[in-house]
């Protein structure tokens, strides 16, 4: 995206903006703020399963909040082998939502060794995974939800899984209610054809998904009069919803809020 304006971000740990629906109806804003902190260390709860050929992480709250929605959590390049995605698949169920993580590059993520080895070739590896071949495991995957009885689903998207949320939130689409974090190769196309509301989870020191490129996102809804909102989080760095560094406490604070803002985004959207 090209820079629109400059942000001035000292100021504030956050900055929100909001496009509220015109209704008078308050009822779904006035619940109240039962968030349980995000998971940052532990054992995963959740199951890892095959379905279509392809595996995927799904955990399920006790109680289910309701049982004909779920999370589609569209991970960053690490996929399902990262600890840190499994956590925050399962903070989504403490929320009370089942989640359910595709494997978006068919046993081939990216590791932590690669993305620290200098030589790792990132852009030979994204020739290994078209937008074609994620699309399809993202229909696969919604097929997968549908038999459960899933009729509602919200989408989270961080990194790479964050241009998809948007993407499959156009008309036709599967995703109702969507939440990304440090979206990477997010469009403005892409975000003026959503048909639901969109909460848009930024950082100042992204190097991927920049302060002014959040302006150009509001824009864009604004434009469309989606309901949306977007919080642009002070001194946080890419990943920083999923892999902060935990020695920071204003990076640690950014992931707590985020995952925050995700759950009660769903709360009064996801019906």
């Avoid at 004909?68 to 991970?75: D, Y």
């Avoid at 690669?114 to 097929?143: C, K, M, R, Y």
């Avoid at 599967?174 to 989870?201: M, Q, Y």
């Amino acid at each position: 995206m090209a820079p629109i304006l400059s942000y001035l971000t000292a100021a504030a740990l956050a900055f929100t903006a909001y496009a509220l629906p015109q209704t008078e109806d308050l009822t779904l804003f006035k619940k109240a703020s039962t968030c349980p902190e995000v998971i940052n260390s532990g054992t995963p709860r959740g199951q890892i399963k095959t379905v279509s050929t392809n595996q995927i992480y799904q955990t399920t709250p006790q109680p289910w909040k309701n049982t004909n929605t779920a999370i589609l959590f569209l991970s960053d390049v690490f996929g399902i082998p990262s600890l840190e995605n499994r956590l925050l698949a399962d903070s989504f169920a403490n929320a009370g939502y089942a989640v359910i993580m595709p494997d978006l590059f068919k046993g081939d993520p990216i590791t932590p060794a690669e993305i620290a080895d200098p030589n790792f070739n990132i852009t030979a590896w994204s020739v290994l995974h078209p937008q074609s071949e994620t699309e399809g495991i993202i229909a696969a995957t919604v097929t997968y939800m549908q038999s459960l009885g899933i009729t509602k689903i919200g989408g989270v998207g961080y990194c790479f899984g964050g241009k998809y949320v948007p993407r499959h939130m156009a008309a036709g689409k599967a995703i109702n209610v969507g939440f990304v974090a440090h979206p990477t190769f997010l469009t403005l196309d892409e975000i003026r054809a959503i048909k639901g509301p969109l909460s848009i989870a930024a950082g100042e020191l992204d190097n991927t998904f920049l302060p002014p490129d959040a302006w150009a996102a509001e824009q864009a809804l604004m434009s469309i009069g989606a309901i949306f909102q977007s919080n642009l989080y002070a001194k946080a760095p890419h990943a920083f919803a999923v892999k902060p560094n935990m020695s920071q406490p204003v990076q640690v604070y950014a992931k707590q809020e985020s995952f925050r803002q995700a759950v009660s985004w769903f709360d009064a959207w996801l019906k």
